[in-house]
């Protein structure tokens, strides 16, 4: 079955440093693939996505790239700010159905001043 | 737009109690899922609505569990009798409609954090 998995943090950057969190996956199919964020208290949001190999999905100085060879989606971002914390979560649509997500267990970040 | 609203955001009953989990999608959105968050199975979804009406109700723990989305602007999630293993954040997450191969983004709610001692 899809499965998705991601580093396990928690991840402690300081302001500016460089993000990595790395994700990789198993799917039936040709999947989409997903980041989302989710900030202390709220559900989550859709941050960036990418629907076919070697795509690259970016959104708020955030970026992945779909990598088939490799079944990854890193998601990176140059320079972390404190207001990135949050937990970062990759998920995948196998396209069997196009509602399922299948989602990672979420990576913790705390970016300190 | 108000977002997708869920209440209550905190729920503390007894074991063996009623719980009632209530949700409503975003206005011009049809389809909604319920979903479950722990820290030993991660984010989970419980069920599918299409046009209110179930689709995909595999994720639903057990009989206990149950799910109604009588118009297109209410959902509700129960639990009858609630036990301690169902301590979680229940989320809500509701879409444009589905078609073809288009998969369109999930809204999330804020949730439910729900506590059974």
Request: aromatic residues 10%; glycine residues 8%.
């Amino acid at each position: 079955g899809d499965s998705v998995t991601q580093m396990e943090g928690p991840v402690t950057l300081s302001e500016e440093a460089f993000l990595t969190i790395n994700c990789t996956y198993t799917a039936t199919g040709y999947p989409s693939l997903f980041w989302y964020v989710q900030y202390p208290g709220e559900g989550l949001q859709l941050l960036l996505k990418a629907t076919k190999a070697d795509d690259k999905g970016s959104n708020k100085g955030f970026e992945a790239t779909y990598r088939k060879e490799t079944t990854s989606f890193h998601l990176e971002k140059g320079s972390v700010q404190v207001s990135d914390s949050a937990v970062y979560f990759c998920a995948l649509n196998s396209g069997g159905s196009n509602y399922k997500l299948t989602f990672g267990k979420g990576t913790l970040l705390t970016v300190n001043p | 737009d108000a977002g997708v609203i869920q209440s209550p955001r905190h729920e503390v009953t007894e074991m063996g109690q009623e719980v009632t989990l209530r949700c409503k999608p975003i206005s011009g959105h049809n389809s909604l899922f319920w979903y479950r968050q722990t820290m030993m199975r991660g984010l989970e979804l419980l069920i599918y609505f299409n046009n209110n009406v179930p689709i995909d109700d595999s994720g639903m723990p057990e009989d206990r569990f149950s799910a109604k989305m009588p118009n297109a602007s209410f959902s509700t999630l129960k639990i009858q009798p609630s036990e301690p293993r169902d301590s979680a954040v229940y989320f809500c997450a509701s879409s444009l409609p589905t078609s073809g191969v288009r998969i369109n983004e999930q809204f999330f709610g804020p949730g439910t954090r729900l506590t059974v001692l």
